[in-house]
């Protein structure tokens, strides 16, 4: 944290880097004149704030056109730090390594029962890291950060999976805290809804936008929300947790204790449930999907009503916070337009009109690897100027 006093030259002159610095970050190149824009700033500060990062060896120019003008596009340098994503579903675990210009340099995927055992869980990671890290050539020490994702709301206080987590042997465990220990690396832990977003804003199909929304519907079904660029969590870290919304006071009763909430018509098991009198027991969700694109009516009919109480849901979330874009992750995701469709006659029909009419409904385009890149953008999003200038950020995340 900056000494100076608040107000003077030089407090507003660390400001101002660090609102380039992270507008660079997030965006991974930008023109001179898209950082003004961006940030509000004068184009002569921007001029002279890049000048000064340049200099220093953070950010490096090249030249570009836009709009068919030449412009000077501005990213962080390659060298300027490494960061690590791990994303823990309930089947896989998934590690990469990336540096701050956006370059994804490693990536891995395991399948591991995360259920079970979080020391096993943590094993596999360490190791993982560790490996990938070696392979792309970097020492440990270059390791800005680390986004974690676990499929589970944190409590904000302990940094626990909060009591609706479904992961029996995590219980009680801050996986933060966990892993900064075992790998001796700032950590950033944040649920998977939450990183989807994140990957998909900075990655995939949010690319530009301030304002969206990404709803994961696997086993559980979580939202997360970017509001002015940046996700919103709310004071106790529970923010988005559409897959609770009430639809019927007297559907079936859910995992978090009330009755007839979103994810009891389309979590995984619910419509595993659905299809397993016809197709046998050992469906799945991906495999559903497939059928469902080959012509099976079960199938499509489950996704279509699926898709509608979705879009109920999205409905109550474009009435509360009118996203530009809804972006729809996880296995689902995959059925396209036979669960799309659904979810925008939904939205068409619930949904106030002026805010439906600036709404789009889309895939995401990262599919399985949203989180883990949301990972590598949640230690972008969270790291201070000291990170983003090479040195190590303090010793753990917020909420780790
Ligand atoms: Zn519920």
New binding site residues.
């Given amino acids: 944290m900056s000494t100076d006093t608040p107000g003077s030259q030089s407090s507003l002159h660390r400001a101002n880097l660090e609102r380039v610095l992270r507008a660079v970050r997030m965006a991974g190149s930008l023109t001179q004149a898209e950082i003004a824009r961006g940030t509000g700033l004068s184009a002569a500060t921007v001029s002279n704030i890049v000048r000064e990062l340049k200099e220093s060896g953070t950010v490096v120019v090249a030249d570009t056109s836009s709009g068919g003008r030449r412009a000077r596009s501005v990213s962080l340098s390659g060298d300027a730090g490494i960061v690590v994503g791990i994303d823990f579903g309930h089947t896989h675990l998934r590690v990469a390594v990336g540096n701050l210009a956006h370059r994804v340099l490693a990536e891995e995927s395991a399948p591991i029962d995360v259920d079970v055992s979080a020391a096993q869980g943590f094993d596999r990671a360490e190791a993982l890291v560790e490996r990938l890290l070696a392979e792309a050539g970097f020492r440990p020490d270059k390791v800005i950060g680390v986004g974690l994702g676990v499929p589970g709301p944190i409590d904000v206080e302990t940094g626990a999976l909060g009591s609706t987590a479904i992961l029996p042997g995590w219980t009680g465990i801050a996986p933060g805290r966990e892993l900064a220990e075992r790998l001796g690396m700032p950590v950033h832990v944040d649920n998977d809804a939450n990183l989807g977003a994140l990957g998909e804003l900075v990655w995939g199909a949010g690319r530009g936008l301030s304002d969206l929304a990404y709803i994961k519907v696997a086993s559980g079904v979580g939202a997360g929300l970017v509001v002015n660029g940046q996700i919103y969590r709310g004071p106790g870290g529970t923010a988005g947790e559409i ?2 919304i009430t639809l019927d006071e007297a559907g079936p009763v ?3 204790g ?1 009755r007839g ?1 979103l ?1 009891t018509f389309v979590g995984s098991r619910y419509l595993l449930g659905l299809l397993s009198p016809t197709l046998g027991p050992d469906l799945s969700l991906p495999r559903v999907v497939e059928l469902a694109h080959q012509g099976d009516l079960g199938c499509r009919r489950v996704i279509a009503d699926a898709g509608r109480q979705i879009g109920t849901g999205v409905a109550t979330l474009c009435n509360l916070l009118n996203p530009r874009r809804v972006i729809l992750g996880g296995d689902l995701a995959d059925a396209g337009e036979l669960v799309l469709g659904p979810i925008r006659d939904s939205v068409a029909r619930y949904a106030i009109p002026s805010a439906a009419r600036q709404l789009s409904v889309v895939p995401g385009t990262l599919g399985g690897r949203a989180e883990v890149l949301g990972a590598l953008a949640l230690v972008m999003s969270e790291m201070g100027e000291s990170g983003a200038l090479g040195r190590s950020a303090q010793t753990s995340g917020a909420r780790s």
């Fill in positions: 897959g609770h859910c995992r978090c009330n909430c994810e």
